[in-house]
């Protein structure tokens, strides 16, 4: 099982930019594709955007396709999100993900294939 810290939400007005930080420990993350993925009140988790273990394929939802960029270093065991022009409605709980198995991407937009989630941390979008 690995540890994963998310870092870098705040408050923040409309159009403007964050850039979240995922720390994982141990030694096996660079075996695997990461995500990241947010809850707002109410609401279901959804996936926002996907990096699988190499960082050669990065996989975005339709909304975030154009203004968020999601990478990683795996030498410093950390993942990142970039994320600009934000909206109001992204206002949410930001957590990032671990699939269960090394090596697949295979339902990378699906919760149910990520086994190890962080704590999560607030983004609020102010209007």
């Known amino acids: 099982q690995v540890h994963l810290v998310e870092s870098g939400g705040g408050l923040v007005q409309a159009g403007g930019s964050l850039r979240l930080s995922c720390a994982a420990s141990?030694?096996?993350?660079?075996?695997?594709?990461m995500g990241w993925f947010r809850q707002a009140p109410g609401k279901d988790r959804e996936f926002v955007a996907a990096?699988?273990?190499?960082?050669?394929?990065?996989f975005y939802a339709d909304s975030a396709k154009g203004r968020f960029i999601i990478s990683r270093d795996n030498a410093q065991n950390t993942m990142y999100l970039q994320m600009n022009s934000l909206e109001p409605e992204e206002t949410a709980v930001y957590y990032c993900?671990?699939?269960?198995?090394?090596?697949?991407?295979?339902?990378?937009?699906?919760?149910?294939?990520?086994?190890?989630w962080g704590q999560g941390t607030q983004i609020t979008v102010s209007s």
């Open positions: 141990g030694r096996t993350f660079s075996a695997y594709t």
């Open positions: 990096i699988n273990w190499s960082g050669g394929r990065t």
């Open positions: 993900a671990r699939q269960t198995s090394p090596s697949t991407t295979v339902c990378y937009d699906s919760r149910d294939s990520y086994f190890d």
